[in-house]
């Protein structure tokens, strides 16, 4: 075998299966997380109307640490009561996002109850199998690194092979 094949082939094609390899793990980390996290997707879920009927603000102090019991910061949680009618059963909710409690901010959780006054009317979503578990939002997504890294790894990869490969054949049809 030729030496500069193998330098200019073989290994930058070694090296896109790995970097391809590697963002496929990190991928399929990122699924396993969202499974094991019980994190609930509503994009499935069906949507009726409803109408808010209280909004409040619950004030969470968060501790230190378990043992110590001393307050290092408060969080908020709006709640936002509702009321919907799903095939003629009246159902009440109080989760503006789906799955775990989310914390917020003073500001933020403000915020977010003067975007739903009273009496305001609102989409809900909701479980077709269990209508009286509901949400008004879908949760808040921050940036998922874990994903990115596992996307651009792959794609950079796929890129590399196929470069490469491309590349050889110019130039092994530029000798012939």
Known sequence: M?????????????????ISVMGVVFLFIDS????????????DWDTTGGKIIA??????????????????????????EYVYTVKDAEYHGNRLFPGD???????????????HPLNMYVPVKYNPDNPSESSLEKRPEGTN????????????????CCFTTV???????KYK
């Open 55 to 80: 909004t409040r603000i619950n004030e969470v102090e968060v501790p230190k640490d378990n043992t110590s019991g001393v307050i290092i910061n408060h969080n908020f949680e709006p709640i936002i």
């Open 101 to 115: 409690h989310i914390y917020f901010s003073e500001p933020i959780a403000l915020r977010i109850l003067k975007d």
């Open 167 to 173: 590349m050889i054949f110019l130039i092994m049809g």
């Open 145 to 160: 690194y874990i994903y990115l890294i596992g996307l651009i790894g792959t794609s950079f990869g796929v890129l590399v």
């Open 32 to 43: 396993r997380r969202k499974k094991e996290s019980g994190q609930i997707e509503i994009e």
């Open 2 to 18: 030729d030496p500069t094949f193998a330098f200019y082939f073989l290994l930058p094609v070694i090296f896109g299966v790995v």
